[in-house]
Nanobody, 124 residues
């Protein structure tokens, strides 16, 4: 499975963007969004479960970001509202096996796929 992420761009603080992750072929896995800011480690942003469609978020984006999927289009979206400068990063989508612990989550991408990344810059 190949993933194609898109939708990044330059926006001002408080504005919105919607990222898309399109999968080639059938994808029956959980899908997550990750991001990596310059000089920082990659962090998980959000994930949507294949099994029950439940969604999970990093504390830093809760209430501002929404993940969703359109199975007919093999596409997962990340709607990002009220963007902040600290949201600036390259955003990646990935597939994998999801483990959850209450509200915490981990997406094991060892046997999954990664998209190429799309840059989001939030700056005035």
């Amino acid at each position: 499975v190949q993933l194609q992420a898109s939708g990044g761009g330059l926006v001002q603080p408080g504005e919105s963007l919607r990222l898309s992750c399109v999968a080639s072929g059938f994808t029956d896995t959980s899908v997550g969004w990750f991001r990596q800011a310059p000089g920082k480690e990659r962090e998980g942003v959000s994930v949507i479960s294949r099994r029950d469609g439940r969604t999970y978020y990093a504390d830093s984006v809760k209430g501002r970001f929404t993940i969703s999927r359109d199975n007919a289009k093999n596409t997962v979206y990340l709607q990002m509202n009220s963007l902040k400068p600290e949201d600036t990063a390259v955003y990646y989508c990935a597939t994998g096996v999801l483990s959850t612990f209450g509200s915490s989550w981990y997406l094991n991408t060892d046997s999954g796929s990664w998209g190429q990344g799309t840059l989001v810059t939030v700056s005035s």
